[in-house]
T-cell receptor, first 112, second 112 residues
Framework: NAGVTQTPKFRILKIGQSMTLQCAQDMNHNYMYWYRQDPGMGLKLIYYSVGAGITDKGEVPNGYNVSRSTTEDFPLRLELAAPSQTSVYFC???????????FGPGTRLLVL | RKEVEQDPGPFNVPEGATVAFNCTYSNSASQSFFWYRQDCRKEPKLLMSVYSSGNEDGRFTAQLNRASQYISLLIRDSKLSDSATYLCVVNLGSTGRRALTFGSGTRLQVQP
């Protein structure tokens, strides 16, 4: 099992550019999540999904979009990147709502 | 008031010392509680769940106090490898959000 994988590991974007952060899990988990972590801060939930075709907003969804067409994949789309989106992005998955979340290694994004 | 609050530290302790962290949460209907560990520039990983009766895993002991709305983590016989940030995580299920809420973390530095 690869667990939760994320690509790319690091990316530099110019203001106004767009990109998709990829996330995949091979544990057949129903729940998937996207978080961002700013330096010295806790994780903030961006979006989550409880299953294929179902997504919902978290605490900080503005400027992002997600889709969940399969159980395995949960890409995060950034439209019109802004310097405020400079952060580390973590994808996570869990079997159920109260179950342990397993995290990917993260994507470091720098918007200049 | 933050939903989940932690002392950011850092806690600087010598090897072999016992150290304890507390975490307070605001929602009395919170349902599940965890401690995660995050090493520098790495993803969070589950350290242990926290059960109502308290639980122990080797040198680590977790306690839950629902009346006062806090959880604690006790580390005995600290090792250099325990140096990390410890994240308190609470499932605020009653808010309608289905994901976990993370504290900002407490940084522990164990010194030789």
């Amino acid at each position: 099992n690869a667990g939760v994988t994320q690509t790319p590991k690091f990316r530099i974007l110019k203001i106004g550019q767009s990109m998709t952060l990829q996330c995949a899990q091979d544990m057949n988990h129903n729940y998937m999540y996207w978080y961002r972590q700013d330096p010295g801060m806790g994780l903030k939930l961006i979006y989550y999904s409880v299953g294929a075709g179902i997504t919902d907003k978290g605490e900080v969804p503005n400027g992002y979009n997600v889709s969940r067409s399969t159980t395995e994949d949960f890409p995060l789309r950034l439209e019109l990147a802004a310097p405020s989106q400079t952060s580390v992005y973590f994808c996570a998955s869990s079997f159920g709502r109260r179950e342990t979340q397993y995290f990917g290694p993260g994507t470091r994004l720098l918007v200049l | 008031r933050k939903e989940v609050e932690q002392d950011p530290g850092p806690f600087n302790v010598p090897e072999g010392a016992t150290v304890a962290f507390n975490c307070t949460y605001s929602n009395s209907a919170s349902q599940s509680f965890f401690w995660y560990r995050q090493d520098c520039r790495k993803e969070p990983k589950l350290l242990m769940s926290v059960y109502s009766s308290g639980n122990e895993d080797g040198r680590f002991t977790a306690q839950l106090n629902r009346a006062s709305q806090y959880i604690s983590l006790l580390i005995r016989d600290s090792k250099l490898s325990d140096s990390a940030t410890y994240l308190c995580v609470v499932n605020l299920g009653s808010t309608g959000r289905r994901a976990l809420t993370f504290g900002s973390g407490t940084r522990l530095q164990v010194q030789p």
